[in-house]
């Protein structure tokens, strides 16, 4: 899925899950329900509740589902990230 947008909410519906992969510089923030996120290579899972968010690490692809009912998730652009050298 190629997301370009400034933002991108997403319902998860109970047994359904949503593969991100490579969200680059991305925050994954829980606006309804809870989130259960696993990313890839990491053996921590994250749950977040509403009001929750989490800092997604660069490049890293990830599975979101919702816990214990329907959950709506919103994907946000990170933090402003400075690169040496950039005017």
């Known amino acids: ?3 370009t947008a400034r933002s991108t909410r997403l319902l998860i519906e109970p047994g ?3 593969r991100l992969s490579e969200a680059r ?3 994954l923030a829980s606006v309804a329900g809870t989130l259960w996120v696993t990313v890839d290579n990491d ?9 929750d968010s ?7 692809s990830l599975l979101v589902s ?3 009912g329907p959950a709506v998730m919103d994907l946000l652009p990170g933090p402003l990230r400075l690169v040496a050298g950039a005017a």
Do not use: K, N, Y
């Open 1 to 3: 899925m190629l997301i």
């Open 16 to 18: 359904q899950s949503t």
């Open 66 to 68: 919702s816990l214990g």
């Open 25 to 27: 510089a991305a925050r």
């Open 43 to 51: 053996p921590r899972d994250v749950v977040l509740e509403v009001g």
């Open 54 to 60: 989490f800092e997604i690490p660069d490049d890293a």
